[in-house]
């Protein structure tokens, strides 16, 4: 059973800071992170932050300079950074990211994966 599992949201006052986290767990051959997306009540959801192949970055416009995306391959974790929050950045926040499982002495296809989400909310 691999899954995604995303931590660090919670209620911060504008101009503040958070570090989101997304962890993958199970049995995983291989991980491509393809970033970090947000929805927010009534909204579709938007890519924030993504992760391109050779490891460039990509940011929504409204995230560049306040917004980064970094990950740790030893731990099969990316992370958010997230500084200068404003109440518009509220929103439900979900990485994603296509993984190989291992497959007896191979592995599969890569699937594509969500984790559950975690709330950010940037309120005085």
């Known amino acids: 059973q691999v899954q995604l599992v995303e931590s660090g949201g919670g209620l911060v006052q504008p101009g503040g800071s958070l570090r989101l986290s997304c962890a993958a767990s199970?049995?995983?051959?291989?991980?491509?992170?393809k970033g970090w997306y947000r929805q927010a009540p009534g909204k579709q959801r938007e890519l924030v932050a993504g992760i391109i192949s050779g490891g460039s970055t990509n940011y929504a416009d409204s995230v560049k300079g306040r917004f980064t995306i970094s990950r740790d391959n030893t731990k099969n974790t990316v992370y958010l950074q997230m500084n200068s929050l404003k109440p518009e950045d509220t929103a439900v926040y979900y990485c994603n990211a296509d993984i190989r499982h291992l497959a007896g002495l191979g592995y599969t296809s890569p699937l594509n994966y969500w984790g559950q989400g975690t709330q950010v909310t940037v309120s005085s």
């Open positions: 199970g049995s995983i051959f291989s991980i491509n992170f």
